[in-house]
């Protein structure tokens, strides 16, 4: 497949689209576009950068050679043997496959030292990147269209900008609306977004390299968490796959990566901004937390443990959580993975308001080999 150098053309008054074209492609998309404001057309780079790592993954699954019929970062280029080794690692149906390039550039601009980006979706791990980073140190919050809202698409993405949006606006940051037709690549199980959403939103960084220098990624896991697994999440590899995403022009470093969950939970409780944007849910439907959602359920029993919830009273329904707080934290117990077993510890360690029965029970029920109709029932009844 070819991927030419990008194509910048106004759509309308308030926007325009910069488009990659594609030869010899085995996708439908005749190229790959992103949309963005026409205020914000200055910080647009001109390098094939941004195609490239959007389109990787999907290039490998296809076993499919890559041609860049543009200019790209040499420095990225030297690193593409890593990250290819990287994410086959995690996937192995993946192919390693060869890429080429016209012209490979060093660094393209200059511009002031420490104009820093950063996604913000008004969840946990945004909030608590700006929280330790300082708004006010911020250049640009990066609101994007890349797959994360699913088959629901344009709506819950224009639903949710203008939720976020309020926030940003209270924090004094401008929020950069960037759309694309990027998750039409992204078409079978193993490319599902929660498994690479790390490289879909670093593209974006990419695509805007001509106007900043810094881009901070807010890791959702910790440090002790780094591994290689056989079909995660790729956020496992970012302490490592993060810096290799970098250019000449820009540092594309994680954040968070010494913070758990569980303390960046904490940690944003003293952010006054999250009481009213807190948004961590993964229902398509609701245009709120819908508080059921397991991302919700976690977040509130951790609220609920630091003795918190008052704060967030308007973005979930704490009635919900207490008619459900047994079956919540026998999930929780019988979870074994870091984000659950670390709320868990603290209710063990600090005799929280939690009683410490509703973990006996869990305990008990967890080595139980029961049927799971009788044993939902039997958490039902407690």
Same mark, same amino acid.
């Given at each position: 497949m070819i991927i030419h150098a990008p194509e910048i053309q106004q759509v309308d008054a308030?926007?325009?689209?910069?488009?990659?074209?594609?030869? %010899?492609?085995? *996708?439908?998309?005749?190229?790959?576009?992103?949309?963005?404001?026409?205020?914000?057309?200055?910080?647009?780079?001109e390098s094939v950068d941004c195609a490239l790592i959007a389109l990787l993954?999907?290039?490998?699954?296809?076993?499919?050679? @890559?041609?860049?019929?543009?200019?790209?970062?040499?420095?990225?280029?030297?690193?593409?043997?890593?990250?290819?080794?990287?994410?086959?690692?995690?996937?192995?149906?993946l192919t390693i496959i060869p890429?080429?390039?016209?012209?490979?550039?060093?660094?393209?601009?200059?511009?002031?030292?420490?104009?820093?980006?950063?996604? *913000?979706?008004?969840?946990?791990?945004?909030f608590a990147t700006v929280a330790d980073i300082k708004a006010e140190n911020i250049e640009y919050f990066l609101f994007n269209n890349v797959g994360s809202h699913g088959?629901?698409?344009?709506?819950? &993405?224009?639903?949710?900008?203008? *939720?976020?949006?309020k926030c940003a606006v209270q924090l004094k940051t401008p929020l950069l609306k960037i759309n694309s037709n990027l998750d039409l690549f992204y078409d079978n199980g193993m490319l599902n977004f929660i498994y690479n959403h790390t490289l879909r939103n670093v593209s974006v960084a990419l695509l805007i390299q001509q106007g900043i220098n810094? =881009?901070?990624?807010?890791?959702?896991?910790?440090?002790?968490?780094?591994? =290689?697994?056989?079909?995660?999440?790729?956020? /496992?590899?970012d302490p490592m796959l993060?810096?290799?995403?970098?250019?000449?022009? @820009?540092?594309?470093?994680? /954040?968070?990566?010494?913070?758990?969950? &569980?303390?960046?939970?904490?940690? @944003?409780t003293a952010f006054p901004e999250s009481y009213q944007y807190l948004d961590v849910c993964v229902d398509e439907e609701s245009e709120n937390n819908c508080s059921n959602c397991y991302k919700c359920r976690r977040t509130m029993a951790t609220l609920d443990i630091l003795g918190k919830r008052e704060?967030?009273?308007?973005? =979930? %329904? =704490?009635?919900?959580?207490?008619?459900?707080? *047994?079956?919540?934290?026998?999930?929780?117990?019988?979870?074994?993975?870091?984000?659950?077993?670390?709320?868990? %510890?603290f209710v063990r360690e600090n005799n929280s308001s939690i009683s410490l029965h509703i973990l006996f029970l869990s305990r008990v029920l967890s080595k139980l080999k029961l049927p799971y109709r009788i044993r939902q029932r039997l958490i039902g009844r407690v």
């Amino acid at each position: 497949m070819i991927i030419h150098a990008p194509e910048i053309q106004q759509v309308d008054a308030e926007q325009c689209q910069i488009s990659f074209k594609l030869s %010899d492609s085995p *996708f439908t998309e005749s190229s790959l576009t992103y949309y963005v404001s026409l205020q914000q057309q200055q910080l647009l780079s001109e390098s094939v950068d941004c195609a490239l790592i959007a389109l990787l993954m999907p290039c490998m699954a296809a076993n499919e050679p @890559i041609i860049l019929n543009g200019h790209l970062s040499r420095r990225l280029f030297t690193c593409l043997p890593t990250i290819q080794a990287l994410l086959r690692s995690v996937y192995s149906e993946l192919t390693i496959i060869p890429i080429t390039a016209e012209r490979l550039i060093g660094a393209s601009k200059e511009i002031k030292n420490n104009t820093i980006a950063t996604g *913000f979706s008004g969840g946990v791990d945004s909030f608590a990147t700006v929280a330790d980073i300082k708004a006010e140190n911020i250049e640009y919050f990066l609101f994007n269209n890349v797959g994360s809202h699913g088959e629901a698409g344009e709506r819950l &993405f224009e639903q949710r900008y203008n *939720f976020v949006s309020k926030c940003a606006v209270q924090l004094k940051t401008p929020l950069l609306k960037i759309n694309s037709n990027l998750d039409l690549f992204y078409d079978n199980g193993m490319l599902n977004f929660i498994y690479n959403h790390t490289l879909r939103n670093v593209s974006v960084a990419l695509l805007i390299q001509q106007g900043i220098n810094q =881009f901070y990624y807010a890791s959702a896991y910790h440090l002790s968490d780094f591994q =290689f697994y056989n079909r995660p999440t790729i956020a /496992h590899l970012d302490p490592m796959l993060l810096p290799l995403l970098s250019t000449e022009n @820009i540092a594309v470093l994680p /954040h968070g990566t010494l913070l758990t969950r &569980f303390t960046k939970t904490q940690l @944003i409780t003293a952010f006054p901004e999250s009481y009213q944007y807190l948004d961590v849910c993964v229902d398509e439907e609701s245009e709120n937390n819908c508080s059921n959602c397991y991302k919700c359920r976690r977040t509130m029993a951790t609220l609920d443990i630091l003795g918190k919830r008052e704060l967030y009273k308007d973005v =979930f %329904d =704490f009635s919900l959580y207490d008619k459900k707080k *047994f079956n919540i934290f026998y999930e929780l117990y019988s979870d074994k993975a870091p984000m659950a077993q670390e709320i868990i %510890d603290f209710v063990r360690e600090n005799n929280s308001s939690i009683s410490l029965h509703i973990l006996f029970l869990s305990r008990v029920l967890s080595k139980l080999k029961l049927p799971y109709r009788i044993r939902q029932r039997l958490i039902g009844r407690v």
